[in-house]
């Protein structure tokens, strides 16, 4: 019998420290679903932050492309010419302007053609608006590349292009671009 009884206590104390280890266990297991809980969180907020992350640098990168157009457009804007309304959509810009002569249209139009982020210009119209000034109305569209196209007669197309921004280009330019905007 005090066998049995020994044999009782010790199976007692045993099942004493087991359920003592379940509840210690149960204690950090709750502990740990805090904590799973949290990096969870932590997680979702990363994932949420991240996606903000990517849509802003998203937006910063479709806004190189118009800034880029305006100022390709603006460098190949001749003196006597300016843009009374541009609209951009997708790859297809489209200008609508006025110019002091049908010569200085065809000169933007030709540097619009020159220039190698842009492709063929389509002039849809000049008209004469106005006969005292002479002021001339043109309407025009072209598509616009992120990559420059090959020039195909690389000498010819850069004494070309050259020769036109130098008359036109360092101080004409930027005092055209500057009107241009200005007459808007």
Known sequence: MLAGLGYWYLETRKLD??????????????????????????????????????????????????????????????????????????GLVTLNGRGLNPTAVALFVENIKNDPVFEEPNLKNLIQISAVPLVYGYDMTFHFTYVPKPEEGAAGGATSTSGTSSSSGTTGTSGTAATGTGAK
């Open 17 to 90: 420290a087991v359920k003592e280890q379940a509840a210690l266990k149960q204690d950090e297991a709750t502990k740990l679903e805090s904590i799973i809980k949290d990096v969870e969180n932590y997680q979702k907020r990363k994932d949420n932050l991240q996606k903000r992350i990517d849509l802003i640098n998203q937006l910063k990168q479709n806004q190189k492309g118009p800034v880029r157009v305006m100022d390709r457009i603006s460098q190949d804007l001749p003196d006597l010419v300016w843009i009374d309304h541009m609209t951009m959509s997708g």
